[in-house]
């Protein structure tokens, strides 16, 4: 399975994933914003970091690079797509999913090991989860508050498209502590926590809650390979 990351002008963590994804067993394809060609690949990542500097809103303006046209319509035939953090603020603002992400309610940049529930694995990016599961990994953003009206709010409930939600603190203000969600389909998932800075023993969270020694992200990147394999 090839697994394409695409870097930003300011990404920061495209490497990281790409070595995720090669410890979770697939081959990493790096992709280029200015592109339009998706090289093939099965599955694709948006990395976090600070794409064009930040600036208007995390994440505008990559929505609108090259490439995202091509990115938009593969999610739409049902390609597995994972936004991290300021790839879940680009999804956001290029439709694929909804809501938005704003300023953390107190204003500060956080970085922390953050301990999240499993709330689906109903999804291409959770299916190897438990569901409840409770995983720790590492969250560090400015804008990172989730919110959308409170029509949108109750369908991705009732729908079942909520597959994050923090637990202990709401680090935030996300509403309804919401720390990622998937599209209708279960293809496109969102979350502002970095699965791919907890992929090796030794180098991930190392806390009391970390349930199993700094690794917890390791499952969202096996998890599209096994529901690859489940279709072939
Ligand atoms: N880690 C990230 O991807 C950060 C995203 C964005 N630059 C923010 O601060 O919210």
């Known amino acids: 399975m090839r ?9 920061l963590d495209d490497r990281d994933a790409q070595r995720a994804v090669r ?48 990115v938009i319509d593969a999610a739409r ?37 953050q301990v999240l529930t499993v709330e689906t694995t109903a999804t291409d990016w959770t299916g190897d989860f438990e569901l409840g599961q409770q995983i720790t990994i590492p969250l560090k953003n400015g804008e990172g508050g989730f919110i ?40 496109v998932v969102g979350l502002m926590p970095h699965p791919e800075h907890a992929v090796e023993p030794g180098f991930g969270p190392d806390t009391p809650e970390a349930m199993r020694s700094g690794v917890d992200g390791l499952d969202f990147f096996t998890s599209v390979i096994s529901r690859a394999l489940a279709r072939i």
């Open 3 to 11: 697994v394409g990351v695409i870097t930003f002008p300011g990404s």
């Open 23 to 70: 410890l979770a067993g697939a081959e990493p394809v790096a992709l280029w914003h200015g592109s339009h060609d998706l090289e093939g690949v099965d599955a694709l990542v948006l990395p976090g970091g600070f794409s064009y500097g930040d600036y208007l809103r995390c994440g505008s303006i990559a929505s609108l690079s090259p490439i995202m046209a091509e």
């Open 77 to 113: 035939h049902g390609m597995p797509v994972l936004g991290i953090c300021n790839g879940f603020q680009m999804l956001t603002e290029a439709r694929l999913l909804e809501g938005g992400l704003i300023r953390n309610d107190h204003g500060n940049f956080i970085c922390r090991d």
């Open 148 to 187: 959308a009206d409170d029509d949108t709010l109750n369908r991705l409930e009732d729908e079942g498209r909520v597959v994050f939600r923090y637990v202990g603190v709401n680090p935030n203000g996300s509403l309804r502590d919401i720390a990622g969600i998937t599209n209708a389909r279960g293809n």
